[in-house]
């Protein structure tokens, strides 16, 4: 797997310092308050599972599974929720956890369709945001590290569902792709 790597953006320890950084402004915003963290499946899975074991008070957890319509590499907009919540976020704090967001349409379809189920407040906190991609307005609270339009893998983060397991967030050789 290690020959498949390009270049290594981001390292273990510098995800942990910034998970770290992330839960600690958590930690601050939502003390005392019950917290219900979202993971959107399966990207931000590692994110999340890392995430909430530096949230210092009890919190709730919960996932979705969401994909896009129509072909693969490009989001559509139109997102099919391929498994739902399996409770009821009314009246909570909720933060959606994801892995990266890139033109913003998967979150934006998550927003509307949460907001429809009256939270107490909802907000994002995502690892990675490629903010040249945006197509979709979205205001993002938590944001681990801005990177350029580059497609990445790792920490989560899959090519083909693969490189997931990956512990650190790379780029991959062309070869791969070929
Ligand atoms: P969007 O924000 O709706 O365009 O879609 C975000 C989703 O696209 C992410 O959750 C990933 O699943 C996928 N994605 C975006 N950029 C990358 C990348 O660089 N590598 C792997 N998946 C990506
Ligand atoms: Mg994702």
Known sequence: MKNDVKNVLYSEAEIEAKVGELADRINKDYEGKDLLLIGVLKGANVFMCDLMRKISFPIQIDFIAASSYGHSTESSGVVKILKDLDYSIEGKHVIIVEDIIDT???????????????????????????????????????????????????????????????????TLKESVYS
């Open 104 to 170: 913003g349409l998967t979150l934006k379809y998550l927003i509307e369709n949460f907001k429809s189920r009256k939270p107490k407040s909802l907000e994002i906190c995502t690892l990675l945001d490629k903010p040249e991609r945006r197509i979709a307005i979205l205001d993002v609270k938590y944001i681990g590290f801005p990177i350029p339009d580059e497609f990445i893998v790792g920490y989560g983060i899959d090519y083909a569902e693969k490189y997931r397991n990956l512990p650190y967030i790379a």
